[in-house]
């Protein structure tokens, strides 16, 4: 117990120090919010593997694998192949064209205010989502370490969280990413050899028995490696494979619709480096998700129901603490529970503050006040006043929705509603010279009321399993493409916005040469 | 910050040079996003509907979907890799576009 307390204060300890660093040289809005645009391609590919690689990917997929088999590791292949859109269409052209925010890029050539207004309630949408997936892991795995209530864990991390983002802003948010990113990487390929050693150091032993295994001692032995186990028609009815692909796409394009990951290719100096930090990225992510094999199908041929129950059921966010505290005992469970610890604080963060930076730089100055500040630092003012709010509203989701909703899967909505509401505008906003402000409001409004309404009305949604009105748990396969066609119809059924396609060769020619982009500010 | 004289945008976009390196840039990513998604959803359609093909063991007892799975990974780093050896050098066309404009 004392262990892992040290080590829990070791790593807090270590990050209020870059924090405060961080906050003697956080000097103006540039600096609060991208870093000054200063950090090298590895440091920002190693950030946006820290901002990816969160509770939903080591905690969530290690359960949705051991739990599910082959159908949980479908989240590990669809979160690297989603770099691929990133890479390709979106991060060049945000690097070169916007300055702070995701709605920044849309509002370059479209009328800023409805736009921008649409793009900030969006993005904390997403960024809600995907916070209360963290809290929750963060709670249950404080519980279980030092005996803290899952209340109490949750407030805990929200308070330090704020600290980083209130005081460090994103140069000390960057900085938590990247030593987490490393802690992380530690932890899984340890994790990974002690579940290889278990089997001899023989991946052919390893696969026999993932091919045999008990299921985490629920049932007969079965073959995890085949897919079903939570999608096919046996378990899951008629709709099973349609839903699969639907997360299927939903994870593929969700990506590049994430405020918090596309807000880090601001941090570096121009759109070359933004380019080789996504290679970086998709290098460290890559590798990670091909260890969760060893630990997500390894804890499966391991672990036993016992060693996964809170409150009486299999909770797959203590799969992979549990798998540690197994092979490597009470000093290895500490410094996974502590990885997985940083893990969430340092993703929260970055939620917090793409989240706050959204809703000061989007709605604060440039809706409400037609983007002027009326003081000099009152962008950055406000902004730490709203992740305060964000702060406080994550924190009371998570303990109401207590303790074992799998993470992975809020993730999955989260990325659902990224990719339906974000992904088109973004996309067609770059590519399309038609495009106008109706299309990008439509597009924008229906991608994100579809999604949750579709949520809401899945068999987890208001009805439950019985009365779900719409079977799929994914909305994306019908989400998405409606975003894209709502997009479309309000452009093509309303006038031609004759100034926006006249900026249309401005956008083209600054997005793909960065003429005129953003600068790193010198130290 | 700001550019020393206005640009002119539009004489730029116009440029041969220009177009023609947005026309090859856009036929790379339109053919490589076509390409990396087939690719991609054919993993749960061939999961979904045939599952049987996709339980035949091929390497020891390691079936088909999980080496489909698998070369997923291989893949996305293969078109990386394609990209950013292209995009090097585009960059370099590019920046002759717009020379004496910084």
């Given amino acids: 117990m004392s262990i892992a307390l040290t080590m829990f204060v070791g790593f807090v300890a270590l990050t209020l120090l870059i924090t405060f660093w961080a906050a003697r040289k956080n000097t103006g809005a540039s600096a609060y919010f991208a870093a000054g645009r200063s950090i090298t391609g590895w440091q920002n590919g190693l950030a946006v593997a820290g901002d990816y690689m969160s509770a939903a990917s080591f905690l969530g997929i290690s359960g949705a694998i051991c739990l599910s088999g082959y159908d949980g590791f479908m989240y590990s292949v669809g979160f690297l192949v989603a770099y691929i859109t990133v890479l390709l269409i979106v991060a060049e052209p945000l690097r070169n064209a916007g300055k702070y925010t995701m709605a920044d890029l849309l509002a370059y050539r479209l009328s800023p205010r409805p736009v921008r207004a649409m793009a900030s309630l969006s993005t904390l949408t997403v960024s809600t989502f995907y916070m209360i997936a963290q809290m929750v892991g963060a709670g249950v795995i404080i519980e279980k370490l030092i005996g803290a209530s899952f209340h109490t864990a949750v407030i805990g991390v929200g308070v330090l969280m704020l600290v980083y983002v209130v005081f460090g802003g994103m140069l000390a948010t960057t900085w938590v990413q990247i030593i987490k990113a490393i802690l992380l990487m530690i932890g899984a390929f340890m994790l990974s050899v002690l579940v290889l050693k278990h089997h001899g150091y023989s991946l052919g032993a390893f696969f026999d028995s993932v091919t045999a295994a008990t299921y985490a001692g629920t049932e007969a032995p079965k073959n995890l490696l085949e897919p079903g186990l939570k999608y096919g028609p046996a378990v899951a009815g008629p709709w099973g494979s349609l839903d699969f692909i639907s997360l299927s796409i939903a994870l593929v394009l969700g990506t590049a619709g994430l405020p918090h990951i596309l807000v880090r290719f601001y941090t570096v100096p121009d759109a070359k480096t933004a380019r080789s930090s996504v290679v970086w990225a998709m290098a460290i992510i890559g590798l990670f998700y091909i260890l969760t094999t060893f630990f997500g199908f390894g804890a499966a041929t391991i672990l036993q129901k016992a060693q996964i129950l809170s409150d009486g059921k299999p909770n797959p966010n203590m799969v992979a603490p549990a798998l540690a505290q197994h092979l490597g005992g009470e000093l290895f469970f500490a410094f996974i529970s502590a990885v997985a610890f940083a893990t969430i604080l340092a993703v929260v963060a970055g939620l917090t503050m793409s989240a706050s930076a959204s809703f000061a730089h989007d709605f604060y100055t440039n809706v409400i006040h037609h983007g002027k500040e009326h003081r000099p630092g009152e962008e950055v003012r406000v902004a730490r006043i709203t992740a305060f709010v964000v702060g406080a509203v994550s924190i009371g989701l998570a303990i109401y929705l207590g303790p074992s909703v799998n993470a992975a899967f809020l993730v999955g909505l989260a990325f659902a509603v990224a990719a339906s509401a974000n992904l088109p505008v973004i996309v067609l906003s770059v590519f399309w010279k038609r495009f106008n402000t109706t299309g990008a409001v439509a597009g924008l409004g229906v991608g994100l009321g579809s999604s949750i309404v579709l949520i809401l009305l899945s068999p987890n949604g208001l009805f439950g399993k019985a009365g779900a009105v719409f079977p799929l748990e994914n909305p994306g396969i019908i989400s998405i493409p409606l975003g894209f066609l709502a997009a479309w119809l309000g452009t093509v059924l309303t006038a031609r916005d004759p100034a926006a396609e006249a900026k249309f060769a401005e956008l083209k020619v600054r997005a793909h040469t960065g003429l005129g982009a953003e600068k790193a500010v010198a130290h | ?102």
């Fill in chain 2, 1 to 102: 910050m700001s550019e020393k004289s206005p640009v002119n945008w539009d004489e730029l976009e116009a440029k041969p040079e220009f177009r023609s390196l947005l026309g090859r840039k856009a036929r790379f990513i339109v053919s490589a996003t076509i390409f990396f998604m087939s690719y991609y959803l054919a993993l749960p359609i061939l999961v979904g509907y045939f599952p049987d093909l996709m339980k035949k063991q091929v390497l020891g007892k390691v079936n088909i979907a999980y080496v489909f799975a698998l070369s997923q990974f291989l893949m996305a780093w293969i078109i990386a890799f394609i990209y950013v050896r292209k995009a090097s050098r585009w960059d370099k066309e590019a920046a002759e576009v717009i020379k004496g404009h910084h």
